[in-house]
Antibody, heavy 118, light 109 residues
Framework: EVQLVQSGAEVKKPGESLKISCKGS????????IGWVRQMPGKGLEWMGI????????RYSPSFQGQVTISADKSISTAYLQWSSLKASDTAMYYC???????????WGQGTLVTVSS | EIVMTQSPATLSVSPGERATLSCRAS??????LAWYQQKPGQAPRLLIY???TRATGIPARFSGSGSGTEFTLTISSLQSEDFAVYYC???????????FGQGTKLEIK
């Protein structure tokens, strides 16, 4: 069974750093892209970027380039999304999702809620 | 950037009736279009990919159609569990610039 299990909810202050994770299981982790999707409170879905754990090829949405860093550790089948300096506007639910060569997201993680507040 | 526009923003339909949701792309995305369902407090779930192919385990009452810039998701006979928010997403270009529509909330009439 394919599963993407994300790390737990986080509460941070503005200016702090954060790294959240997404662990894949039940499939070949290095053969599928992992994407990150933001959902701000009460809003829609926004694609942030994707990584191919097989060779760490990473692509970002222009809206998120330079704002976050996507990485992966294929030895532990885990992808990451990180911020170096959080802002209140980063408060959102963040989902990881898998896609294959056809590029639609077929499996999703349960989401990680990030709250940034002073 | 390809802009995806969904209509209507909210659709009120009675159980057992048909629901038709629309998604328009600002430029052609061929058939590289997916539909997702999201219920409150849950992650999105893939319903349709390739504009018209149902994902594994999705009931036959869900169907997708269209190509190019105009797409439709039809739910033939609404069940109580179908009331949710639906998003379309294009995945046409590489390097990727995936974009989602703003969503259609399907509510009980």
């Amino acid at each position: 069974e394919v599963q993407l299990v994300q790390s737990g909810a986080e509460v941070k202050k503005p200016g702090e750093s954060l790294k959240i994770s997404c662990k894949g299981s039940g499939y070949s982790f290095t053969s599928y892209w992992i994407g990150w999707v933001r959902q701000m409170p009460g809003k829609g879905l926004e694609w942030m970027g994707i990584i191919y754990p097989g060779d760490s090829d990473t692509r970002y949405s222009p809206s998120f380039q330079g704002q976050v860093t996507i990485s992966a550790d294929k030895s532990i089948s885990t992808a990451y999304l990180q911020w170096s300096s959080l802002k209140a506007s980063d408060t959102a639910m963040y989902y990881c999702a898998r896609h294959g060569i056809s590029r639609y997201f077929d499996y999703w993680g349960q989401g990680t809620l990030v709250t940034v507040s002073s | 950037e390809i802009v995806m526009t969904q209509s209507p923003a909210t659709l009120s339909v009675s159980p057992g009736e048909r629901a038709t949701l629309s998604c328009r792309a600002s430029q052609s995305v061929s058939s590289n279009l997916a539909w997702y369902q999201q219920k409150p407090g849950q992650a999105p779930r893939l319903l349709i990919y390739g504009a018209s192919t149902r994902a594994t385990g999705i009931p036959a009452r869900f169907s997708g159609s269209g190509s190019g810039t105009e797409f439709t998701l039809t739910i033939s006979s609404l069940q109580s569990e179908d009331f949710a928010v639906y998003y379309c997403q294009q995945y046409n270009n590489w390097p990727p610039e995936y974009t989602f529509g703003q969503g259609t909330k399907l509510e009980i009439k």
